[in-house]
């Protein structure tokens, strides 16, 4: 009988490095571990007295202490518990509850990185830095769908992927076209944030990447090695 051959894992570097040292989904249950990173996050970014906003966790690549932060309770709840100042434009949740406020940030925010005409998409607005604009129309106003209607707006459109999920299932392709994926969401040489794939027409991969690399993490860790 035959016996197959496993490839091994090697611990060499592919070259690739992460933008961010993001930690497992279950190390954060303890708030006093949510608070010591958080207080290295703002203490490197000289900052120490102010709450960072999502979108610059998730511009740093630290959406895990984003969805921390959530699950102790929101920004809000964690900020007073640290003794940290919300930022001026860390809007409260009502501030997006008037229709007209949220259509003016939101024409202003497409002005600045769109078409006048055109929704921005929910990963286009995140990449901006506009989640708290996201989160606003999916709490009060029906979601994206309702608000292009409403406003008249042209439906928005990430880039379209060229690669089906089956394509990316395969991890020969995936190491193949990491490269070009990194170049293509403007990081070359380090693994792209989930945000920067859905802005970049990498739809399928980041849903292959959650489905079937067991998400973000893993994925990172299994890319950083190369197989023998």
Not at 29 to 38: G, P, S
Not at 65 to 79: E, F, P, W
Request: charged share 20%.
């Amino acid at each position: 009988m035959a016996v197959m051959q496993v490839r091994a894992l090697s611990t060499e570097p592919t070259g690739f490095t992460m933008q961010h040292n993001q930690a497992p989904h279950n190390v954060f249950q303890e708030f006093e571990t949510l608070e010591d990173e958080l207080r290295a996050f703002v203490a490197e970014r000289g900052t120490t007295n102010q709450m960072p906003k999502h979108s610059q966790l998730a511009v740093n690549g630290r959406s895990d202490l984003a969805t921390a932060i959530h699950r102790h309770g929101g920004s809000g709840v964690v900020a007073s518990r640290l003794g940290l100042q919300m930022s001026q434009d860390h809007l409260p949740d009502h501030y997006w509850q008037d229709p007209d406020v949220m259509e003016r940030e939101l024409r202003a925010c497409i002005e600045e990185h769109g078409a006048a005409d055109t929704m921005l998409t929910w990963a286009q607005l995140v990449v901006c830095g506009r989640s708290d604009l996201v989160n606003g129309i999916k709490k009060y106003h029906g979601g994206i769908r309702a608000v292009t209607a409403a406003l008249g707006l042209k439906p928005g459109r990430n880039p379209p992927s060229a690669k089906p999920r089956a394509y990316w299932r395969e991890w020969e392709n995936v190491e193949a076209e990491m490269p070009a994926v990194s170049e293509a969401c403007g990081v070359p040489g380090q693994i792209p944030l989930r945000s920067q794939l859905q802005a970049n027409g990498y739809t399928t991969l980041s849903s292959v990447i959650s489905d079937e690399y067991g998400g973000m993490h893993e994925f990172a860790k299994r890319l950083t090695c190369v197989t023998r």
